[in-house]
């Protein structure tokens, strides 16, 4: 039993459907590419993202 801190590593906006990725190495939010195609979403949208159910401080394993 343990617990360790968790950050989320995937986030999809809820108004346009941009996908975005976590990149560790360089500490930013990377675009998802899917077949090729980047899932870029509305450049002029507010994004709200849903992460609420990725996301968990704490993780207990
Ligand atoms: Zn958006």
Redesign the pocket.
Known sequence: MGTRLRTPEDRT??????EETWDEDDGVWRIVREDGERRV??PY?????DITGEFSPIEEY
């Open positions: 906006c809820e108004r346009c459907g941009r979403g509305d949208c507010i994004h709200e993202w």
